[in-house]
T-cell receptor, first 109, second 116 residues
Framework: GQNIDQPTEMTATEGAIVQINCTYQ??????LFWYQQHAGEAPTFLSY??LDGLEEKGRFSSFLSRSKGYSYLLLKELQMKDSASYLC??????????WGAGTKLIIKP | NAGVTQTPKFRVLKTGQSMTLLCAQD?????MYWYRQDPGMGLRLIHY???????AKGEVPDGYNVSRLKKQNFLLGLESAAPSQTSVYFC???????????????FGAGSRLTVL
């Protein structure tokens, strides 16, 4: 079967750095996505990785290792508005998106 | 730009009742999707469409039907609602898909459905 694993919940302090991990086992790989979802709202796109390495976009960075089936989302200079769920999704060999259950990030002052 | 609009936002049904969720997008996207989101689970694809007049089954299509008569609209129907269909439903759209491309989805705000 296909599987995406993420921690259920994480807590971090405002101004700090947090790393949210995602491991996957899918039939094929055609890219990995990170989406942010605030409570009661729609998911919004954060990042896309298809090659190994780090993609940086402002305070957010996403890393991919295809050989390890592993990605992480790094959030720097945390702000209260970063409190949200972070969804990892992998596009498999059929170009279908397989979604993780999401990581709820709680930011404390 | 409205983006992706879903109606209704909330609905309570009794078992056996039928209803239709409407999704409208104004971005001229070819692809449209219906997902459901349940606690502790990832988004699961119900049905999707790769263009006007086309529909295809996703991961969890049973109990649902869809239609895409116009490019901008994608309807999700429940013919006989069951408590297992209590969920939050998200519509999404995208320009299209290439095998190695970033097919970024734009989601609607969600429709919360409760079936008693």
């Amino acid at each position: 079967g296909q599987n995406i694993d993420q921690p259920t919940e994480m807590t971090a302090t405002e101004g700090a750095i947090v790393q949210i991990n995602c491991t996957y086992q899918t039939s094929g790989f055609n890219g990995l996505f990170w989406y942010q979802q605030h409570a009661g709202e729609a998911p919004t796109f954060l990042s896309y990785n298809v090659l190994d390495g780090l993609e940086e976009k402002g305070r957010f960075s996403s890393f991919l290792s295809r050989s390890k089936g592993y990605s992480y989302l790094l959030l720097k200079e945390l702000q209260m508005k970063d409190s949200a769920s972070y969804l990892c999704a992998v596009k498999d060999s059929n170009y279908q998106l397989i979604w993780g259950a999401g990581t709820k990030l709680i930011i404390k002052p | 730009n409205a983006g992706v609009t879903q109606t209704p936002k909330f609905r309570v049904l009794k078992t056996g009742q039928s209803m239709t969720l409407l999704c409208a997008q104004d971005m001229n996207h070819e692809y449209m999707y219906w997902y459901r989101q349940d606690p502790g689970m990832g988004l699961r694809l119900i049905h999707y469409s790769v263009g006007e007049g086309t529909t295809a089954k996703g991961e969890v299509p049973d109990g649902y039907n869809v239609s895409r008569l116009k490019k901008q609209n994608f309807l999700l129907g429940l013919e006989s609602a069951a408590p297992s269909q209590t969920s939050v439903y998200f519509c999404a759209s995208s320009y299209g898909d290439s095998p190695s491309g970033a097919n970024v989805l734009t989601f609607g705000a969600g429709s919360r459905l409760t079936v008693l």
